[in-house]
């Protein structure tokens, strides 16, 4: 089998982006145009509203809040950065943060691997649950995970609503590699 690769969906990007236009529309609005904001206020205050000082600030706030914005969902959707790739070595997971690298656990660590709904304000999450092998599993991981949660010392949820694949898919070929590690290791000796 080949190695599949799992994004996160570019729309929330996206969205972000959007935002950061709105937040931007707004301060130039207020800063240059006074259209929209005059136009509340006649309606609002029955007069003519002179722009104070603290609406400047509050302008250049929202200004400065919508380029981040903007700039973070431009970046964040033009660079489609694998949130998961599992492969033939074990499975990256992007647990660090959305722009640095994947942790790598590879099969010999892993125990488990399937999808489990996560609680999460109420309602219910997709997330792949992963079962690793070694006692202290985080030493080499992050103890508080980008996307994901410990259950207990050694599970790992990753949160997958997000994900261009489904997390059963995912698991599915998680459990093959599994399967040809299992084959491909040697007997245990018994004395």
């Known amino acids: ?47 003519e509203e002179v722009l104070e000082a603290r609406e400047r600030v509050w302008a250049g706030i929202m200004a400065a809040t919508g380029i981040m914005l903007a700039v973070w969902g431009v970046t964040s959707g033009i660079r489609w950065r694998p949130a998961l790739t599992v492969g033939p070595d074990g499975i990256s997971i992007a647990l660090r943060g ?33 079962v690793l092998r070694t006692p202290d599993p985080r030493r080499h991981l992050p103890i508080d995970p980008w996307g994901a949660r410990w259950a207990e010392g050694r599970i790992l949820r990753v949160l997958a ?12 070929v998680s459990n093959h590699y599994l399967e040809l590690v299992a084959q491909s290791a040697p007997p245990a000796d018994h004395e």
């Open 161 to 172: 609503s997000d994900w261009s694949l489904r997390a059963e898919a995912v698991s599915a």
């Open 98 to 130: 959305p722009f640095r690298p994947l942790d790598s656990l590879p099969w010999e660590e892993i125990d488990q691997v399937f999808p489990q709904p996560v609680s999460d304000g109420g309602s219910l999450l997709p997330s792949l649950t992963i």
């Open 1 to 47: 089998m080949e190695t599949i690769t799992v994004h996160n969906s570019s729309r929330r990007s996206w969205l972000v982006v959007a935002l950061g236009g709105l937040l931007m529309m707004a301060a130039i609005d207020l800063l240059v145009w006074n259209q929209v904001v005059a136009g509340l206020a006649e309606r609002i205050y029955q007069g």
